[in-house]
């Protein structure tokens, strides 16, 4: 363990991220030291920036009124303008693509609307195993919105028997099981259980090639992965902006459509005046004039101030590169790896898959037992984690403010309890 902590050492001194944990607050335990975060997989840390950029606008309200959304700093009647290009590089999309608007089960449930489209001969949505559940109830409750039966309309892709890994095989299985009849696959990449990342580009060829839209729900991959959504080509994704990517608690989401249907401004959509023709939004006119790309989608004018945080937020990631994040994600994954392996525990497994493209930051322990008691010392000891039923300790170990050195002490936490 010496030399694992010694490792961690040097591995934190050649970080090329590490200055940015600084910008970032560490919540502190009842004793007063920092807390050993491993939850930015749930609700990502608050930067120091943020209480600036909120005040920003606070300030404008103050002393503009009305009059802020042409006179604040950043302008509220264009604001999710100023959120585009830097969500954008986020996820690998042109920024024509990307639309930051409400949360994310409500874009789940737009993009439904406009790319799940059954008949009678196709009808069936199909979603992994273990998926969110509220992907799932939306789901299901689509397919009812449209007179199907999610009995016979859902179709989820299961892990090989007595596992949790979905190999490609499985995800080809069941395609050309259920192609014919698909009418969107929407998939939950990075899984929220297990951690594993699902091949975006493999599972849309797959789904295009059976005549089946997909869509993705990045909400664990979006400011983890280096996503290059414009390149592997999915109709749509979702993704909410308070897990990796630090928002703050219940802040907008990101939405993704792909450019091919941006010519498409008669595809069915629930509509809104901020997804009318900005140059004549405030003539107010009766008849709906749908803007090209992704910000058709829009509805509302959105909440400023949670935008404010996520605008300062992205700045961090603009600032940090994806690649660069990507890259200590995965450094980070394989120190933690190397350090479970030589505890040789036998009461414990790692469900998240080891191949370098298969996941992300996040990490599922097992707890062979079930045994709650393992989650229930490490918060004692200052580590926030998360339990999910029945048996699975998640950590998320994540670029922007987790260090290696942080890692070993976990690790020596694990060996001693
Ligand atoms: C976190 C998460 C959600 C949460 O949805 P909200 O609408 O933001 O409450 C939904 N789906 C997935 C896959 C998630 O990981």
Redesign the pocket.
């Known amino acids: 363990m010496i030399d694992l902590r010694q490792k961690a050492l040097q591995l934190d001194q050649q970080d090329v991220l590490a200055p940015f944990r600084k910008r970032f607050c560490i919540p502190k335990t009842k004793e007063g030291k920092e807390a050993i975060y491993f939850c930015g997989n ?1 609700l990502g840390l608050m930067s120091t920036g943020i209480r600036t950029a909120v005040d920003q606008e606070l300030m404008d309200w103050e002393h503009h009124g009305v009059l802020g959304h042409h006179e604040a700093q950043y302008p509220w009647y264009k604001y999710h303008e100023f959120l585009t290009k830097p969500m954008a590089a986020v996820v690998g999309a042109l920024p024509e693509e990307v639309v930051v608007m409400n ?6 449930h737009l993009m439904m609307v406009s790319f799940y489209r059954p008949d009678a001969k196709r009808h069936k949505i199909l979603i992994e195993y273990s ?5 799932r109830y939306a789901v299901e409750s689509q397919i009812r919105f449209h007179g199907f039966d999610p009995a016979t309309s859902l179709v989820v892709l299961e892990p090989e028997p007595g596992t949790h890994y979905i190999s490609k095989e499985r995800i080809q299985q069941v395609f050309d099981e259920h192609g014919e009849e698909l009418a969107l696959a929407l998939i ?1 990449s990075v ?2 259980y297990t951690g594993q990342a699902y091949p975006i580009r493999y599972m849309t060829e797959l789904a295009h090639s059976h005549g089946s839209k997909i869509g993705f ?4 991959g979006a400011g983890n992965l280096a996503l290059a959504l414009h390149d592997d080509g999915p109709d749509f994704a979702v993704w ?1 902006g ?2 990796y990517l630090n928002g703050g608690p ?1 802040t907008l ?1 990101g939405c993704f459509v792909h450019q091919r249907h941006h010519d498409h401004t008669q595809l069915p959509r629930f509509a809104g005046w901020w997804g009318h023709n900005k140059q004549t939004r405030f003539a107010m006119g009766p008849r709906f004039e749908c803007m090209p790309g992704a910000e058709g989608w829009q509805l509302s004018n959105p909440p400023i101030l949670p935008m404010a945080c996520l605008r300062e937020s992205l700045s961090i990631f603009e600032a940090a590169g994806m690649d660069n994040i990507r890259a200590k994600n995965l450094a980070l994954g394989d120190f933690l790896l190397e350090g479970i392996k030589s505890l040789g525990r036998t009461d414990m497994e790692t469900i998240t898959p080891v191949a370098a493209d298969e996941r992300g930051a996040q990490w599922s322990l097992r707890m062979l037992q079930g045994n709650k008691g393992m989650f229930e010392k490490l918060t004692q000891r200052g580590v926030i984690a998360d339990w999910r039923e029945p048996d699975v300790i998640r950590i998320a170990p994540v670029a922007l403010y987790n260090q290696f050195a942080e890692l070993a002490e976990f690790l020596e936490l694990l060996k001693q309890l």
């Open positions: 749930s949360t994310l089960t409500v874009n789940v998926a969110f559940p509220s992907d939950g899984n929220y729900d990045l909400a664990h909410c308070y897990k219940g989401a």
